[in-house]
């Protein structure tokens, strides 16, 4: 296969990953794992999952991050390129559609209602991929109750997500100075 055709099923693999998910990074997860993984093996699992640990800690959206690892990973600098346009271009265009229209239907009620609608189904694309990656990192189930009870937080009592993040800081120092005191003993 010629170097552009390799440009182009790059763009064409993650346009099609931008273009058919709804939810966000995490949503996009087993779609991109599924066409770099398992159909192409542009990547191994492990590799696709220190992949994906690095994209998550890097500013920006987890999805274009991806992208770029995967096309830089491919086909170097402009492999980079070609992923990202592709990931990001149908995200783009609908929302600069949306906002266009939008603006004369955002008091119509079956619109509100269909935006309610597709709440739930949001959820479970996310929350099926951290399942998903939850047991090929072989993560101890015995602490689910942790992301359980922060989504139930933020969906029941409305406690916004920076206190969470801040909260899980504080905590997060709190006990490594626990486990210092331990270990100086």
Known sequence: MSLAKQYWELFLVFFKIGAFTFGGGYAMIPLIRNEVVSKRSWLGDDEFMDTLAIAQSMPGPMALNTAL???????GFKGSLFSGLGVILPSFVVILLIAMIFVQFKENPVVERIFKGIRPAVVALIA???VILGKAAKINWKNSWIPVSVALLVWLAGVSPIYIVLGAILLGILHLVYIKKILNR
């Open 128 to 130: 099926a991929p951290l």
């Open 69 to 75: 690892f995967v096309g830089n990973k491919r086909l």
